[in-house]
C-alpha cells in the first residue's frame, strides 16, 4: 500500500525564489544609492547663479587617447520653482537659484536623454564648480552598452586564455602533472569566472563614464580596467605608492589635525598646509581604493574586494554614500549581515543629521536596513523599514512614481515571505500598474513584476496563471534582450519550477535545459547560477523517481559552488539539503540525516538560530525520521521547527499549516488520534483561511483527515474527504496529474478495506495509468501501483495473478531503488503473504527472511516494520506446526510493537490474540 506523501519544503523552488528576491534586492538598492549621491558643499547665497554645462559623454580611444565631449547647444533645463533656461552654442548655461539647494525638474533636447538618469532625482548644493549634464542619443546608448560589455567580456575571455596557455605551457615542459594541471585549471575557471552582476555593473558604469570628468591618471586606470588590463590597471595604481601606506598616511593626517585643532590659532599656517595635503590625497585615495576593490571584485575575490570597499569607507566615515556601498558588498556578496547592518546605521545617522527623514538619501538607507532585515529571516522588521521608504518616497515624489513601485515591489516580497499573499499580489498590481503607465509594456520593470507575480502565484498553488504571467514576462524579455541573456534563464526556471508543479515534466526539463544553455554560454560552466540549474534538474530527476541522477546533477551543482562560493555559504547549505532528500527518497536514511546535518551547521552560522532556514532543516530532518519509522523523533523535530516559526510569522502562515499536517500524520502512525486529529484540522483551518478553500495544499489537509478516518474503520467518511481532495486537484491540475495518481491509489486502498474489491481495482488502475503516462514504466509509484493491484489479487484468490503483479512491482524497485530499499522489503514481504496463503510455507519464509534481512539493515531491530515481519515469519512457523518457534517469534513482534502502539491499538490486539492461540496450541500439544 502507498502511505500518504509528507510535506517539506523543496530547495529547487526555494534557491530560485530567494535568488530572484536577491536580484530584486541588489537592483532597489543601486536605484536608491544612486539617488544619495553627495555633492560638495557651497556657501548659502541668495539669489545664486549656478553656471553649468551640458555636453556629450567624454571617451577614451581603443589606444586610450582622450576625446573630449562637445557642448550641445538649445538644451532646455529647468530648476524646480524657477524658470526654464536654454544652453548656449558651447552648451554652457547659468540657473537662477532661489536657494543653496535645489532639484532639477527637466531636461529637454530632442533626440536626446540624459546619461544618468538620476539626475532628476537628485538634491544639488549651489557650488562654485560647473553642473556637468551629459546627454546621448537612445542609439548611441545601446551602442555604448554593447560596445563595453563586449570589450569587457572580451577582455575577461582573453585573460581566461592567456592564463590557460601558461598553465599549458608549464604542463608541456613537464613542470605539473597531470594532477596538478587539472587543479591549476579548475582554480584558473573558479577565480576567473566572474558573476552577472559584476559584469552588469561594470557595463553600466563605464557605458555612462564621462572621461571628462577624469584626470589622466585615473582616466588610464579606468581605460585599463575596461580593457581588462588588470596588471596595468595595478600598476599606476602602485606608481602612486602603497594604498595601504598612503591611506594609514592620510588618516594620521587627520589624527594630527583633530590633535592640533586646539592650537589653531598659534599654529594656523601649518595646519593649513597638513590640511592641504589630506584635501589634495583625498579623493584619489578615495578613487584608488575603488579601482581595486573593483579588480578583485572582477576577479570574484570577495574577501579582497570587501577589504577595499571597506578601507574606502574607512577614509571618511561622514560619507553615507561610501558607507551604504560597503554595507550592500557585504550583504549581496558577503552574507555578512551584522556588518553590513553597522554600515548602513553609520550612514543613516549621517544622512538624518544632514538632511532629516524626509529625503531620497534617508529613504535609501532605510531601504538597505530592510534588505539586511530581510536576508535574516526578520520579515516584520524588513517591512517596518519597507513601509518607512515607501512613505517618504511617496511623500517626495508622489504615489505613482517608480520610487514608489520599487517600494511596492520589496513589500510584496515580504508579504509573500510572510504568507500574506493577498497583500503581496496587492503590492505587486500597483507597482505593475505605476509601470505600466510610465513605461509602457515592453520594459524590463514590467517584466519584473510579472515574474515576482509568478512566483507568489507559484506559491498559492494557481500554477496555470502563473505560467501565463512567466510567458508575457518571457515574451518582453525576448524583445528587449533577445534570446541569449541571463535574464530569460532566470525565467525559463522558473517556467520549468511551475512546469514541475503541475506535473508536466517533460516540459520543465526542457526549460532548464533552456536555462543551462543560456548560463553556459555566458558565464561558462564553473559559475553559481550554472550550479542552481544543476540543482534544479536534480530536483526534477528526484521527483520523478530517478534518484542516481539526481545525485549526479547534485554533485556537479556542489563541486562548482564549493570552488566559487566555498564551503559556508547559503546555496552550498541548500545544496546538502537536496542531495539529503536524495538518500531520503533512497531510504538510505543515515546518509540524509548526516546531509541534513551539514545543512544545519552551514544555515546556523548564517542565520542564527531562529530563522526560517533553521526551522527548514528541523522540518527535513522530521520528515527523515518519520520514514525511518522514528515517529518520536520526527515529532521532536517538527515542534521544534513549529516553535521557530510561530514568533516569525504567527499563527497564519501556509508553513505552520504544513508542520500541523505531519504532526498530525505523525501522532496517526502513533495511535493518538486525538492529537493527530487536532493537528490535521488546525492545518484546515489555516490553509482555508491564508490560501482560499480551494488550493492544492487544502486538498492535502482533507487528505490527512481522510487517511485518519480510513486508519479508524469509518471508511464513508474517509471516501467523503478523499473525493473533496479529489474535486480540488482536479480543478487545480487536470486529471492527468501525480496528485491525481495519489487519490486513486487512496480511495482504492478505503474501497479494498470495505471488501469492494473491482471499486478498488479500478481506482488502482486509474493510478497506473496515469502515473505510466507522466513517469514512464520505470518509477517506484508505478511499483507501487502493482503492488496494490498484486494485494487485490491476492484478496481474490488469484494467487499467480498477485504473484506476476507483485514480480513486475520488484523488478522496477530493484532497477531503480536498489536491492537494500525498504519498498524492496515490504514487496519481499507481500510475496510471502502470497505463498503463505497458497501454503507454500518454504517460499513464504524465505520471502519474508529477505525481507527482514533489509530491514534490519534499514532500521535496526527497533522499527514496527520488523515486529510485522517477526510476526509473518511465527505465523508461517505455526502453519508449520512449529508452535515453539512461532511463539518466539510472535512474543518478539508484540514486544516491539508495544514501543511503538498504544495499549489498546487494533494491530497489538492482533498480535496478543495470535500470541494466545499459539500457547493454546502447545498446551493442547
Not at 595601504?244 to 601649518?270: C, F, G, I, M, P
Not at 571618511?316 to 554595507?327: F, R, T
Request: negative net charge; charged residues 20%; aromatic residues 12%.
Amino acid at each position: 500500500m502507498e502511505n500518504q506523501t509528507l510535506c517539506k519544503w523543496g530547495d529547487g523552488l526555494w534557491i530560485f525564489m530567494v535568488w530572484w528576491w536577491q536580484l530584486m534586492d541588489n537592483f532597489m538598492f543601486k536605484r536608491f544609492a544612486f539617488l544619495i549621491f553627495i555633492l560638495s558643499y557651497a556657501m548659502l547665497v541668495f539669489p545664486q547663479i549656478q553656471k553649468g554645462i551640458v555636453k556629450t559623454r567624454g571617451r577614451v580611444d581603443e589606444r586610450g587617447v582622450h576625446v573630449p565631449g562637445v557642448g550641445i547647444p538649445n538644451v532646455f533645463i529647468k530648476v524646480k520653482g524657477s524658470n526654464e533656461v536654454g544652453s548656449a552654442a558651447d552648451g554652457s548655461f547659468e540657473l537662477n537659484l532661489l536657494g543653496n539647494d535645489f532639484y532639477l525638474e527637466s531636461v529637454i533636447k530632442k533626440g536626446y536623454v540624459l546619461v544618468d538618469q538620476d539626475m532628476l532625482s537628485k538634491q544639488y548644493q549651489h557650488s562654485a564648480n560647473k553642473l556637468v549634464i551629459v546627454l546621448t542619443t537612445p542609439e548611441q546608448r545601446v551602442k555604448d552598452e554593447i560596445a563595453a560589455e563586449k570589450r569587457l567580456r572580451a577582455a575577461l575571455q582573453k585573460r581566461l586564455q592567456e592564463k590557460e596557455n601558461e598553465i599549458l605551457a608549464l604542463k608541456e615542459r613537464n613542470e605539473l602533472n597531470e594532477e596538478e594541471y587539472n587543479k591549476a585549471l579548475k582554480e584558473l575557471l573558479a577565480s576567473q569566472e566572474t558573476s552577472e552582476k559584476h559584469i552588469k555593473e561594470m557595463i553600466e558604469r563605464y557605458s555612462r563614464m564621462d572621461y571628462d570628468q577624469l584626470d589622466e591618471t585615473n582616466r588610464m586606470v579606468a581605460f585599463y580596467l575596461e580593457q581588462g588590463e588588470l596588471q596595468k590597471a595595478d600598476s599606476i595604481l602602485k606608481a602612486k605608492g602603497d594604498i595601504n601606506n598612503r591611506v594609514q598616511q592620510y588618516l594620521e593626517h587627520s589624527r594630527l589635525n583633530k590633535e592640533r585643532s586646539d592650537e589653531l590659532e598659534k599654529e594656523k599656517a601649518e595646519f593649513a598646509k597638513s590640511e592641504l595635503l589630506a584635501s589634495r590625497n583625498f579623493e584619489n585615495l578615495a578613487i584608488d581604493c575603488y579601482n581595486k576593490h573593483e579588480i578583485y571584485k572582477l576577479q570574484h575575490l570577495n574577501d579582497s574586494a570587501a577589504y577595499y570597499i571597506m578601507l574606502r569607507a574607512s577614509l571618511d566615515e561622514s560619507n553615507m554614500q561610501w558607507q551604504l556601498d560597503a554595507g550592500a558588498f557585504l550583504d549581496n556578496y558577503m552574507s555578512d549581515y551584522d556588518a553590513a547592518f553597522g554600515y548602513y546605521e553609520k550612514s543613516l545617522a549621517g544622512t538624518i543629521a544632514k538632511y532629516g527623514e524626509m529625503h531620497d538619501a534617508t529613504a535609501a538607507c532605510f531601504n538597505s536596513i530592510g534588505n539586511v532585515y530581510e536576508h535574516k529571516g526578520n520579515y516584520q522588521k524588513a517591512l517596518e523599514y519597507y513601509i518607512r521608504t515607501f512613505n517618504i518616497e511617496q511623500g517626495l515624489h508622489g504615489d505613482n512614481s517608480p520610487e514608489v513601485s520599487v517600494c511596492l515591489n520589496n513589500m510584496g516580497g515580504v508579504y509573500g515571505y510572510m504568507g500574506d499573499m493577498h497583500k503581496a499580489m496587492e503590492c505587486y498590481e500597483k507597482a505593475l500598474s505605476i509601470y505600466m503607465v510610465k513605461y509602457g509594456e515592453l520594459n524590463s520593470y514590467v517584466a519584473t513584476t510579472y515574474n515576482n507575480m509568478s512566483a507568489l502565484l507559484n506559491g498559492q498553488g494557481r500554477y496555470r496563471q502563473a505560467l501565463d504571467y512567466s510567458v508575457k514576462a518571457l515574451d518582453i524579455e525576448i524583445q528587449i534582450y533577445g534570446d541569449n541573456h541571463p535574464a530569460l534563464a532566470v525565467n525559463y526556471s522558473n517556467m520549468g519550477l511551475t512546469y514541475g508543479n503541475l506535473g508536466d515534466y517533460n516540459n520543465a526539463l526542457g526549460c532548464y535545459l533552456k536555462a543551462l544553455e543560456i548560463e553556459q554560454s555566458v558565464y561558462g560552466e564553473v559559475h553559481p547560477k550554472v550550479a542552481a540549474t544543476y540543482c534544479n534538474m536534480g530536483t526534477l530527476y528526484s521527483e520523478t523517481g530517478n534518484c542516481h541522477t539526481a545525485l549526479d546533477y547534485y554533485s556537479k551543482a556542489l563541486d562548482i559552488q564549493l570552488a566559487v562560493l566555498g564551503s559556508s555559504h547559503p546555496d552550498v547549505a541548500t545544496i546538502h539539503n537536496n542531495i539529503g532528500q536524495a538518500y531520503d527518497r533512497l531510504g538510505n536514511f543515515g546518509e540524509a540525516l548526516a546531509c541534513y546535518g551539514k545543512s544545519l551547521e552551514i544555515r546556523l552560522g548564517i542565520f542564527g538560530e531562529n530563522h526560517p532556514e533553521i526551522a527548514k532543516c528541523y522540518l527535513n530532518i522530521g520528515v527523515t525520521h518519520f520514514n525511518a519509522g522514528n515517529y518520536s523523533a520526527a515529532v521532536e523535530h517538527y515542534n521544534r521547527a513549529l516553535e521557530m516559526l510561530l514568533p516569525l510569522f504567527g499563527e497564519q502562515h501556509p508553513d505552520v499549516a504544513m508542520l500541523y499536517n505531519n504532526l498530525g500524520l505523525s501522532y496517526e502512525k502513533t495511535g493518538n488520534y486525538d492529537a493527530a486529529r487536532e493537528n490535521y484540522n488546525k492545518s484546515l483551518d489555516i490553509r482555508i483561511s491564508v490560501l482560499g478553500d480551494s488550493h492544492p495544499d487544502v486538498a492535502s489537509s482533507y487528505m490527512g483527515i481522510a487517511g485518519m478516518y480510513n486508519i479508524q474503520a469509518e471508511y464513508p467518511h474517509a471516501l467523503e474527504y478523499y473525493s473533496k481532495a479529489f474535486e480540488m486537484i482536479v480543478a487545480s491540475f487536470g486529471d492527468r496529474h501525480p496528485k491525481v495518481a495519489l487519490l486513486y491509489n487512496s480511495m482504492g486502498i478505503v474501497h479494498c478495506n470495505m471488501g469492494d474489491m473491482d471499486a478498488a481495482m479500478e481506482c488502482y488502475y486509474k493510478a497506473l495509468g496515469v502515473r505510466m503516462e507522466l513517469l514512464g514504466d520505470k518509477h517506484p509509484d508505478v511499483a507501487v501501483c502493482y503492488s496494490n493491484i498484486a494485494m487485490i489479487h491476492d484478496k481474490k484468490g488469484e494467487y499467480e495473478e498477485a504473484i506476476l503483479n507483485y514480480r513486475k512491482s520488484l523488478e522496477i524497485q530493484l532497477e531503480v531503488l536498489g536491492d537494500k530499499h525498504p519498498n524492496v522489503a515490504a514487496t519481499y514481504n507481500n510475496i510471502g503473504i502470497v505463498y503463505n496463503n497458497m501454503e507454500l510455507y518454504p517460499s513464504a519464509l524465505e520471502y519474508y527472511e529477505k525481507a527482514l534481512e533489509i530491514q534490519l539493515a534499514v532500521y535496526g531491530e527497533n522499527h514496527p516494520n520488523v515486529a510485522t515481519s517477526f510476526n509473518n515469519m511465527g505465523a508461517v512457523y505455526f502453519n508449520y506446526g512449529n508452535y515453539g518457534k512461532a511463539l518466539e517469534y510472535m512474543r518478539k513482534a508484540y514486544t516491539l510493537m508495544t514501543g511503538f502502539l498504544p495499549k489498546g491499538h487494533p494491530t497489538l490486539e492482533t498480535f496478543r490474540h495470535n500470541i494466545e492461540e499459539v500457547e493454546s496450541m502447545l498446551e493442547q500439544n
